[in-house]
């Protein structure tokens, strides 16, 4: 995995180089960790004349959870506990000779910004955006394959719970016993918040879980994923709970998986974003649905859970293969709960079998 380490790092400095800066410095700790392999909580990277440094108040190794640092790269240890290893890298690329510095504007507060400047006064500070988020966009099948697992363990916690009894359970106990099934089935983690919703909460985004007590005739709607060696996935699936769904229900589930059906044949490379949004929008608004749904249809997932690209209404861009990203429209009735249904793909040419279906749990509406 080092080569592969250092091609990222070297298109990083290709970038960079191309706009006339020679060093940069990347903070925020995804993009840390896509080009490093992994580093503590709050380390940096440098890429310099001097060679690429890791600056960390810790030495790495020490939690599985923060990734396997790339045995290629110099790590710099600062001497005390609250050095900030961002002033350090500054100071570091001024001394090694660089003249100018791409720092992520975007991550850094104006304090630590400032902080930088008064240790190395004669550097100029240029903006490096977001520039290593665009070169995570497309993920190579090592990433993919982390997906992978992390889609199966997802699939392995919810049919789990599925086989349980869940009337006079809990949102919040069904929560959580969904995030420990995780862990058992081999998880570093929740990729985010499980969301667990019922009866009139049901078919909201990211519903914070409740104490409310699932009910006979209520729709359950659920929103997981796991979080295998750094990588994200989601899932999100409704059910109805111990009786023969109502014709409302069965109206409203069928038009929703309708829906994210259009925009999951939708994801095929050189669609634009807004396109694929727009597949699946079009069939809930036609349907008069359209004022309460969320500003997008789905999003990029990687090592962040929510990363590019956005699939929404006015964004920019076109899908390249290789890609993952969630598919997630929902409808939500007030008072009466409602129906999401998300799945993660990677993005696949029509000669490789379209796009890739990571999260497989059953569609299907059923009465648990």
């Given at each position: 995995?080092?080569?592969?380490?250092?091609?990222?790092?070297?298109?990083?400095?290709?970038?960079?180089?191309?706009?006339?800066?020679a060093?940069a410095?990347?903070?925020?700790?995804?993009?840390v960790?896509?080009?490093?392999?992994?580093?503590?909580?709050?380390a940096?990277?440098?890429?310099?004349?001097g060679?690429?440094?890791l600056?960390?108040?810790?030495?790495?190794?020490?939690?599985?959870?923060?990734?396997?640092?790339?045995?290629?790269?110099?790590?710099s240890?600062?001497?005390?506990?609250d050095?900030?290893?961002?002033?350090?890298?500054a100071?570091?690329?001024?001394?090694?000779?660089?003249?100018?510095l791409?720092?992520?504007?975007?991550?850094l507060?104006?304090?630590?910004?400032?902080?930088?400047?008064?240790?190395?006064?004669?550097?100029?500070?240029?903006?490096?955006g977001?520039?290593?988020?665009?070169?995570?966009?497309?993920?190579d099948?090592?990433e993919?394959?982390?997906?992978?697992?992390?889609?199966?363990?997802?699939?392995?916690?919810?049919?789990?719970?599925?086989?349980?009894?869940?009337?006079?359970?809990t949102?919040?106990?069904?929560a959580?016993?969904?995030?420990?099934?995780?862990?058992?089935?081999?998880a570093?983690?929740?990729?985010?918040?499980?969301?667990?919703?019922?009866?009139?909460n049901?078919?909201?985004?990211?519903?914070?879980?409740?104490?409310?007590?699932?009910?006979e005739?209520?729709?359950?709607?659920?929103?997981?994923?796991?979080?295998?060696?750094?990588?994200?996935?989601?899932?999100?699936?409704?059910?109805?709970?111990?009786?023969?769904?109502?014709?409302?229900?069965i109206e409203?589930?069928?038009?929703v998986?309708?829906?994210?059906?259009?925009?999951r044949?939708?994801?095929?490379?050189?669609?634009?974003?807004?396109?694929?949004?727009?597949?699946?929008?079009?069939?809930l608004?036609?349907?008069?649905?359209?004022?309460?749904?969320?500003?997008?249809?789905?999003?990029?997932?990687?090592l962040?859970?929510?990363?590019?690209?956005?699939?929404a209404?006015?964004a920019m861009?076109?899908l390249d293969a290789?890609?993952p990203?969630?598919?997630?429209p929902?409808?939500?009735?007030?008072?009466?709960?409602?129906?999401?249904?998300?799945?993660?793909l990677?993005?696949?040419?029509e000669?490789?079998?379209?796009?890739?279906?990571?999260?497989?749990?059953?569609?299907?509406?059923?009465?648990?």
């Amino acid at each position: 995995m080092s080569e592969v380490y250092a091609v990222r790092r070297g298109l990083l400095r290709d970038r960079c180089a191309a706009v006339g800066s020679a060093a940069a410095l990347v903070s925020r700790p995804a993009n840390v960790r896509y080009l490093a392999g992994g580093a503590p909580p709050g380390a940096v990277l440098l890429l310099g004349p001097g060679g690429d440094v890791l600056l960390s108040s810790r030495a790495p190794g020490g939690d599985p959870a923060d990734g396997r640092t790339d045995d290629q790269l110099r790590v710099s240890l600062l001497p005390a506990s609250d050095g900030d290893p961002v002033v350090a890298a500054a100071d570091l690329a001024s001394s090694s000779g660089a003249e100018s510095l791409a720092v992520e504007e975007h991550h850094l507060t104006v304090a630590r910004h400032r902080a930088m400047g008064s240790v190395a006064p004669r550097l100029r500070l240029g903006d490096l955006g977001a520039t290593v988020e665009q070169l995570r966009v497309v993920k190579d099948e090592e990433e993919i394959a982390c997906l992978r697992i992390a889609a199966e363990i997802t699939d392995q916690a919810l049919g789990e719970l599925l086989e349980s009894i869940l009337v006079g359970r809990t949102e919040r106990h069904l929560a959580l016993e969904l995030e420990r099934r995780l862990v058992d089935h081999g998880a570093d983690g929740p990729a985010f918040a499980t969301s667990v919703a019922t009866g009139p909460n049901s078919g909201q985004g990211r519903h914070r879980p409740s104490d409310r007590r699932v009910e006979e005739g209520d729709f359950l709607s659920v929103c997981l994923g796991a979080n295998y060696r750094g990588y994200r996935c989601e899932i999100g699936r409704t059910f109805v709970i111990g009786t023969t769904p109502a014709d409302w229900q069965i109206e409203l589930y069928d038009l929703v998986f309708a829906a994210q059906r259009a925009g999951r044949e939708a994801l095929v490379p050189g669609a634009a974003y807004r396109d694929v949004d727009r597949a699946a929008r079009n069939l809930l608004d036609s349907a008069g649905h359209g004022g309460g749904l969320a500003p997008w249809t789905g999003h990029g997932v990687g090592l962040e859970i929510d990363e590019d690209p956005q699939l929404a209404p006015a964004a920019m861009g076109k899908l390249d293969a290789c890609v993952p990203v969630t598919v997630e429209p929902g409808v939500h009735l007030p008072g009466r709960g409602g129906v999401r249904i998300d799945d993660t793909l990677v993005v696949r040419p029509e000669a490789d079998g379209g796009p890739e279906l990571l999260t497989i749990t059953t569609k299907e509406l059923l009465a648990l």
